[in-house]
């Protein structure tokens, strides 16, 4: 089954510029693996379906991908704002790119040079609890390929 990405923020197709993009992960310090931006970039602000994934024994949704832009419309839902807003939160090396219905988030996580793996973040839970940080996947591709399967 492949993936159908739907309208949530804007009625309308929204690609991310490569400038855009550049600005992110310059503010960020790191490079977004090409296999989300082979996505992200021309599905921003955009909901998957399916959109089903696996947390531990439970599973949620993934709701809509986080966008590139930092101003205008609907700017709390970029990558920056998220970030920002999540800042006291969140460790460094966690980049939001992803929300859930219930406020959760889905983070690259960046430990090494290598590509970094897709985890689930529960916001209810203090960030210091065992179950408030999920490894789903190890790649975005993977991720995407779990979700294509539900």
């Known amino acids: 089954m492949s993936i159908e990405w739907e309208f949530y923020l804007w009625d309308k197709e929204v690609t991310a510029t490569d ?7 310059t503010e960020l310090g ?6 989300f931006l082979a996505v992200a970039k021309y599905h921003q602000g955009k909901t998957p379906e399916p ?9 949620d ?4 991908l986080l966008h590139f832009r930092s101003l205008g419309e609907y700017k709390e839902y970029s990558i920056l704002s ?6 006291h939160y969140l460790p460094q090396n966690h980049i939001p ?8 988030f889905l983070c690259f996580v960046y430990e090494n040079e290598e590509s970094p793996y897709v985890a689930h973040v529960n916001h209810e839970l203090p960030i210091n609890d065992k179950d408030c940080i999920t490894k789903v996947a190890a790649s975005f591709e993977a991720f995407i390929h779990e979700i294509s399967e539900s």
């Open 82 to 87: 998220t970030k920002n807003a999540l800042a």
């Open 51 to 59: 959109c089903e994934f696996t947390v531990g024994s439970c599973s």
């Open 97 to 104: 790119f992803a929300g859930t219905p219930g406020g959760n």
């Open 61 to 64: 949704v993934f709701n809509h």
């Open 19 to 25: 400038a855009e993009i550049n600005l992110v992960e």
């Open 30 to 35: 790191i490079k977004f693996p090409e296999d």
